[in-house]
């Protein structure tokens, strides 16, 4: 059996579309970009952000990569209200984290002409850099908290489950179980959670020593000095 279909309008366009739609799939099929950043087309959606979110002329606006249509809703994507809302979540974002590396997002900052100083007395979110693996380095100063890394790591992907969220509100961070590094975690070094990351938070160990300005040969050497070290360690 076939699901009912949802007649819905975006932008003043009107479109029928399958039961279960969401707004941001909808928005894509008129040729309507809706911006998003905690959201990942292979991933689980959750609206953590909330960039993504839209006018239904209700009282509060709909985050469209989680909310289905619905028959007779307007949606607007990009009024000036959601306009608002999207700068200032950005802004909120700049006054908190080091978006430095985020280019999607520093892209948004300059498109909807995001005031970065907006928040100047605002307490930064600032983190130990995490360097306990030789594949990878984890810089929550760069992180937005979108769960990406939890969710490829999860059910979406990996069904790994080295990483989750630790703390509460302000201080909610990605972690490990009991804060253990991660060659102590289930953790299989698969690279999915950094290749998901859309801000640099997770990097690649290689990727970061060449930006340091070691060359190749250089990084090779190093790293085989060091693995050597250790066997010689473990060994005594
Ligand atoms: S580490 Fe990267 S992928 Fe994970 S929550 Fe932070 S920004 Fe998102």
Known sequence: MSSPEISLTINGHPITVPAGTTILDAAAQLGIEIPVICYHPHLTANGLCRFCSVDGGGRVQLAACVTECANGMTIETHSEDVNRGRKTILELLASTINLDEAPEILDF???????????PGAKRRTSPVYDDNPFYLRDYNQCINCWRCVQVCADDAQFTYALS?????FETRIGTFMGEGMTNTTCVFCGQC???CPTGALKPKRQALLEQGMNPDEIFFATRQKRRKKAMDAEE
């Open 109 to 119: 900052l300059e498109e909807y002409g995001a005031d970065t100083h907006r928040f």
């Open 165 to 169: 969220f630790d703390g509460r509100g």
């Open 194 to 196: 950094v290749g998901a």
